[in-house]
């Protein structure tokens, strides 16, 4: 899937909640999480494409209304996307950061199709952050989630 079309999924399917809510800057409380996985879930089979610029057609029922990916694996992606999200937030360069992410995924040996759902569920989450958040990133926090950052791109060109 391609980034531009993430994206645009993602600004279209961001959960509204009450903004700036409190520990959002530490991660997403668990029904945040939920919140986000139920999104990703129930908007996937009208929003994605595959390389080939179709959609996504689901084999049954069953699979249209289950998580694509095992439920740990998707909170872990959503979880792994908040700093993402604050990147996004503080306006700093993270597009690179998550191409590298995303290679590093694909490495686990996803099919196509839970691929462009990572990619669907990360864009969602990540447009959570700066909608949730409710007000501008202070310098600090811009500086923290910089070098957050740096970490995050040094650690999956290590391949971990």
Not at 6 to 15: D, K, M, N
Not at 64 to 92: K, T
Not at 101 to 109: D, F, P, V
Request: charged share 20%.
């Amino acid at each position: 899937m391609k980034l531009a079309s993430t994206l645009l999924a993602a600004v279209l399917l961001t959960p509204s909640l009450q903004a700036d809510q409190p520990g959002l800057i530490v991660g997403f409380s668990e029904a945040q999480v939920q919140t986000i996985v139920g999104t990703a879930q129930s908007s996937f089979w009208d929003k994605a494409v595959g390389e080939d610029g179709k959609h996504f057609v689901p084999e049954s029922d069953a699979e249209r209304a289950s998580v694509l990916i095992p439920v740990p694996d998707a909170n872990r992606v959503v979880r792994e996307a908040h700093f993402y999200g604050l990147a996004l937030w503080c306006g700093l360069e993270w597009k690179q950061t998550y191409l590298s992410y995303m290679q590093a995924e694909r490495r686990r040996n996803w099919s196509q199709k839970q691929i462009a759902f990572i990619g669907l569920l990360f864009g969602v989450a990540q447009g959570a952050v700066p909608n949730w958040m409710g007000r501008e990133c202070s310098a600090a926090e811009r500086e923290s989630t910089a070098g957050k950052l740096a970490d995050e791109a040094k650690r999956l060109k290590a391949g971990h």
